[in-house]
Structure formats: structure tokens, C-alpha cells
């Protein structure tokens, strides 16, 4: 029987995901213009599946919030926490790139338009998870840590 909190695998799951895009990014064949990439900036012209755009940057964020969901998963507060944090971050990321345009300088990242939409459906799954999984945190903490002796 999995007693592996809803939090804990979540983020597990969203830690996977990340490192996995991370390492995509640099990847040819996954990723397209591979060998143009630029470390950061709206010029590169690389786009992971030649839809999302990305730069060495990009990539390294990709995989230290793999790494972080992997590391943070192994208990529940941090789990939640990383669940939370990580949604208010895509919720600034959607923002940012709905305003920024993709040649303007501030375009440091880099994001183009698919981007925007997949940092959005991120934060709402992000926010969703920590919010399905919030009220489970005390039921965990209250779980005996062994059954009771049988009678």
C-alpha cells in the first residue's frame, strides 16, 4: 500500500517533469537550432520541440526546479511549499511574458508566446496541487508513525 502523501508525490512528479525539460533543452533533434543556443537574451533561436523557445538559462531554471521538486518532495510541509511557491512563480512568470514583448531587452529568460500559455496552465496545475493537497497535511501529521498492536 502507497501511504506517500498527494504533496510529496506531486511535487516528485513536477520535479521529474522540470529535470526532464531541462534536459531536453539540450538535446538536438528535441530541440531545435540547438547549435546557435545563447546562454540567455530574446536572441536565441532555439526552441525546445520548435515550439517553446529556450536558452542555456532557461534550461538551467528548467532543471534546478526539477532538482528542487525531487529534493523538497521528501516530506510533506515542503512538498506543500514547493508546490505553492513554485505556482506564485509561473503565476509572475505568465505575467511577465504577457507583458514583455519577445524582442524587448527585459526578455532576458528567454519566452515567446507558447511559452506564456504553458507558464500559465503551470501555474494553474502548480496552484491546484498545493491547494488538493493542503488540507492533507494534518492528517498525515496525526497518522500514527507504526499501526496500533493488534488485541
Known amino acids: 500500500m502507497n501511504t506517500r502523501p498527494l504533496a510529496q508525490t506531486l511535487a516528485l512528479l513536477f520535479g521529474l517533469a522540470f529535470l526532464a525539460i531541462g534536459v531536453l533543452g539540450f538535446i538536438p533533434g528535441i530541440t531545435t537550432n540547438l547549435g546557435d543556443i545563447e546562454f540567455a537574451g530574446n536572441e536565441s533561436p532555439s526552441e525546445l520541440l520548435g515550439l517553446f523557445q529556450v536558452s542555456v538559462l532557461h534550461n538551467i531554471v528548467h532543471l534546478l526546479f526539477g532538482l528542487a521538486g525531487i529534493a523538497l518532495s521528501r516530506t510533506t510541509p515542503n512538498a506543500l511549499m514547493y508546490l505553492l511557491y513554485s505556482g506564485v512563480i509561473y503565476v509572475v512568470l505568465t505575467v511577465y511574458?504577457?507583458?514583455?514583448?519577445?524582442?524587448?531587452d527585459a526578455n532576458f529568460v528567454p519566452v515567446n508566446n507558447a511559452d506564456d500559455w504553458l507558464?500559465?496552465?503551470l501555474a494553474v496545475a502548480l496552484l491546484g496541487s498545493w491547494y488538493i493537497s493542503r488540507g492533507e497535511q494534518e492528517y498525515v501529521?496525526?497518522?500514527p508513525a507504526t499501526p496500533p498492536p493488534a488485541p
Open 97 to 104: 511574458g504577457f507583458f514583455v514583448g519577445g524582442d524587448d
Open 119 to 121: 507558464h500559465l496552465v
Open 141 to 143: 501529521s496525526d497518522r
